[in-house]
């Protein structure tokens, strides 16, 4: 349970890093755009490590067509790890920071 706090900590910071560095070289507003570029992040990956999908299931389609059997699975299932909840921290956070320099 440590090691996942800490993995998820890390990479919320790896994320932040990254979003920082490409606002200094696309000169955006870290602000303005890291709740978004986060929000972004956590969908990508949660699409990306989940099964059961829009994605998944014309996948399964496809490859049981080809071999005439259909098969059915009508459950969602993501398999997400410490840095999806990086990337959600990271987000959370960049709302929080949206939010206070507006208000």
Known sequence: MKKNI???VISAAVFGVLVWGASLIFS?????WGFFIGLAI?????FFNSSGGMLSKNATLDASTAGWKIQQD????????FVF??????T???FIMMI???Y
């Open 100 to 102: 206070v320099t507006y």
């Open 28 to 32: 955006f507003s870290f602000l303005d």
């Open 6 to 8: 800490i993995g998820t």
């Open 42 to 46: 956590s969908v990508v990956l949660f």
């Open 92 to 94: 959370v956070i960049s």
């Open 85 to 90: 909840y990086g990337a959600v921290l990271f």
């Open 74 to 81: 009508n459950e969602l299932k993501a398999n997400v790890g």
